[in-house]
């Protein structure tokens, strides 16, 4: 029986179905705390989390096996015992579980009860919830292993603790989501370890998964509900963590010495990483060489062009310019500033002369109907489909540059600045886009690889914004003004709240009734959109999922 122990939090980064790159990062970690006792990795590591229907793959789920009877075959050196969450299967059924590895063996298995299947979760699709788990005895220590979802509920802590655990840790799979990393240490593992009187340690990956983010910070808390150890959050992190029994009263309990305590990132530079990493993770883990986008002189895709270097580093980003008649100087200037500030090529591609060849084509056909929405629309699908030209020619990806206030409304064009393979600020209201530009002209995110200076000029901030599609355009011409829209949005989505309630926070019963209509016109675009990066509880595709297809409205 052990009085000591060294336990390492292993939070890495993961490949979606490369078991192969998964199971080398295990190794890796391994070598490097080879005097630790046991090393913990995050939540199903060898398959990536989350699978998706990937899972449903017999071939994966059998490789899997295969891979993970390697790793424990790795373990019969003497070296570290290693914690591994993978895909398991019992009679016939899929399980999401965690495998203690120890010499030479799979010494024990132990399956996820709690199986979320609200926002982004769906895990009832693909798994059956396991019994629920007794502990495991490691080196004389009762070892709790709740899974992810398991201690957001107080049966399996509970039932662990009634059982004789001694510690719990608790693999995770947690996207990022704003101020969820409070929720994660104050709102629930403290509980748990209050409630149960012992300490808890929270394994977290990072890195981005499609339209998720996670950011890390795990963690360790005490019985008090002290915490004890901090891990970094946006980057990969092995961290050391020192257990020791003591006496307590006629007993004893195992208590982790205080370690590392790295300070949260706070708002809004959170935020800014998560775009940052989703993007990073998503041009990466799919090959491209870079990216390329619009730069229009405007804020959204001066913010956007600067989350790219930050992300990718600017010789991998290609901005470029398409102006048209209704492009004013100023935007011109704007757009070249940005590309200077930020290190970036920039090349200018004016448009007019596609414009005019489709204007002369359609001339037959339109007949002597007025210009309207359409010629506007023209200018937006021709610029997509320059960019779209460079994308195929070259092969980095378009960047989409949408924000969330018009993706709600409809204010984009389908097939026109909507094209592109990721839009990193997808789920950023437009507050917050300005927020977040102010934001990084002043600050340097703490994973960005971009200038420590300005990004875009101050004047692309505080100029009103505009499509720049007719003579003297501007978005408040045909939408409120953004602060009341992006509140009005944030009842509607994030909060799913009637008209009437909407109108009772004292906004005009008019314009909330239209900013209802339109968001729900606008489905069928948002699901033709690009992915992008989850920020809130309720972004477009993976939380809300309404039908394109409805007559309800609560005006």
């Given amino acids: ?54 899972i449903l793959k017999p071939a994966l789920v059998e490789r899997a096996a295969q891979e993970l009877e390697k790793l424990a075959l790795d373990t019969a050196d003497g070296g570290p015992a290693l914690l591994v ?24 298995v132990r399956f996820k009860y709690e199986l979320p299947n609200y926002g982004t979760f769906d895990e009832k699709r693909y798994f059956l919830p396991g019994p629920l788990p007794e502990p495991v005895l490691f080196k004389g220590a009762m070892i709790g292993l709740p899974i992810c979802e398991d201690i957001w509920q107080p049966d399996v802590c509970r039932h662990l603790a009634q059982l004789g655990a001694e510690m719990f840790i608790c693999v995770n799979g947690s996207p990022y989501e704003i101020d969820k990393n409070v929720l994660r240490i104050d709102g629930v593992a403290k509980r748990r370890a209050i409630d149960t009187g012992i300490p808890l340690a929270f394994v977290n990956r990072i890195g981005g998964q499609d339209e998720l983010v996670f950011d890390g910070g795990s963690f ?27 006496a307590v009263g006629n007993g004893h309990r195992w208590r982790c010495s205080p370690g590392d305590m790295t300070e949260s990132t706070e708002h809004p530079e959170d935020i800014y990483c998560a775009m ?15 990216v390329v986008l619009g730069l ?44 200077a500030l930020l290190g970036t090529r920039l090349d200018t591609i004016p448009i007019e002369a596609a414009v005019d060849g489709y204007t002369d084509m359609l001339a ?80 340097r995110p703490k994973i960005g690889l971009g200038p420590d200076g300005p990004v875009m000029p101050a004047n692309v901030i505080i100029k009103p914004p505009s499509a720049e599609l007719r003579e003297d355009q501007k978005d408040s011409d045909s939408l409120p003004e953004y602060g009341v829209l992006d509140a009005i949005l944030n009842h509607l989505i994030e909060q799913e709240r009637s008209v009437d309630q909407i109108v009772g926070e004292g906004f005009d019963r008019a314009v909330v009734t239209r900013i209802e209509r339109l968001l729900h016109l606008a489905e069928y675009k948002r699901r033709q959109a690009p992915p992008g990066v989850k920020l809130g509880m309720r972004n477009f595709g993976r939380d809300r999922r309404y039908p394109i297809t409805h007559g309800f409205r609560t005006a």
């Fill in 276 to 290: 940052v990493l989703g993007l990073r993770d998503y041009v990466n883990k799919n090959g491209f060489p870079g």
């Fill in 364 to 443: 037959p056909v339109f007949g002597d109907r007025a210009a309207d929405t359409t010629e506007e629309n023209l200018q937006s699908r021709i610029r997509g489909t320059t960019l779209m030209a460079l994308s195929n020619k070259f092969g980095p990806m378009l960047v989409t540059t949408g924000n969330k206030s018009e993706m709600s409304v409809g204010y984009a064009t389908i097939y026109g600045d909507m094209n592109g393979g990721y839009n990193p600020i997808k789920d950023a209201y437009k507050t917050t886009v300005f927020a977040i530009s102010a934001w990084r002209n002043t600050r």
């Fill in 220 to 246: 360790v808390v005490g019985p008090e509900g002290a915490l004890w150890v901090q891990a970094p959050d946006w980057e990969e992190a092995v961290v050391r963590t020192e257990w020791s029994r003591v």
């Fill in 296 to 339: 229009s002189g405007g804020i959204d895709s001066a913010i956007t062009a600067a989350i790219a270097v930050d992300a990718l580093g600017a010789d991998r980003v290609w901005c470029v310019m398409l102006p048209s008649r209704y492009t004013s100087q100023e935007s011109l200037d704007d757009a070249a500033a940005c590309a």
């Fill in 1 to 54: 029986m052990a009085d000591k122990l060294i336990i390492t939090l292993a939070q890495l980064n993961q490949q979606v179905g490369d078991l192969a790159a998964n199971a080398a990062s295990v190794r890796r970690v391994r070598a490097q705390a080879s005097d630790s006792d046991l090393i913990v990795f995050p939540e199903m590591h060898l398959i990536g989390y989350p699978p998706e229907d990937l």
């Fill in 85 to 108: 969450g993978s895909v398991f299967v019992r009679d016939g059924a899929l399980h999401n579980g965690v495998a203690l590895l120890e010499g030479g063996r799979i010494a024990a």
